[in-house]
Each structure stands twice: as structure tokens, then as C-alpha cells.
Nanobody, 117 residues
């Protein structure tokens, strides 16, 4: 399993970013996929999840209405569109398989998102 996250960066409050996660080493379309984040000094938390075919999604209350998860099974890629970013969204963002818990024991390097003026 290989998960490669990208698209992070420094953005001002209210700004937007689109994260991507390129997956390989498993049958991507057979897995629900999810985004997690970990802020300094905090535990990793589930941010959003999407079902195998993309028909169902769910979000943490803290990002509902601002973030949108999507996937392209032809490209083995899952995305996280983040709008109206807040300083509290600052974290390293990771993707993994699964709907409620992480399916894969190995994690990618993550992508840093920093929201600051």
C-alpha cells in the first residue's frame, strides 16, 4: 500500500485548498477512503470519508459545510476540497482506507496545511 498526499500549503483564513491522495498497491475501488488530520499536540482525527463508488460521504462536525471529499476511481485518487479555512484547520492531512477506522497500518507522509494571516 502506498498513499501519497499533496496539495497542502500556507493559506490565509477564508482561503481554499484542494488536497489529493494518490493510492497504489491495492484495489482502490474496493475501499472506502478517508481523510484524517493531526494538529500539533493532538491525536489524529477523521475529517471526511467517502464510499467505494462515491455515493456516500460523511464529515466531522468541525468541517461540515466547508470541506468536500471526492474520488476518481479511474485515477486511484481521493480529493479533499477545503473552503473557508480557519486557523484551527492547521494540521498535517493524511489519507487512508476505511469508513470509521483506518484500514491500512501504513500512512503516507501527509501534507501540511497552515492557515494563518
Amino acid at each position: 500500500v502506498q498513499l501519497v498526499e499533496s496539495g497542502g500549503g500556507l493559506v490565509q483564513p477564508g482561503g481554499s485548498l484542494r488536497l489529493s491522495c494518490a493510492a497504489s498497491g491495492f484495489t482502490f475501488s474496493s475501499y472506502d477512503m478517508s481523510w484524517y488530520r493531526q494538529a500539533p499536540g493532538k491525536e489524529r482525527e477523521l475529517v471526511a470519508a467517502i464510499s467505494r463508488a462515491g455515493g456516500r460521504t460523511k464529515y466531522a462536525d468541525s468541517v461540515k459545510g466547508r470541506f468536500s471529499i471526492s474520488r476518481d476511481n479511474a485515477k486511484n485518487t481521493v480529493y479533499l476540497q477545503m473552503n473557508s479555512l480557519k486557523p484551527e484547520d492547521t494540521a498535517v492531512y493524511y489519507c487512508n482506507g476505511g469508513w470509521r477506522i483506518a484500514e491500512f497500518g501504513s500512512w503516507g507522509q501527509g501534507t501540511q496545511v497552515t492557515v494563518s494571516s
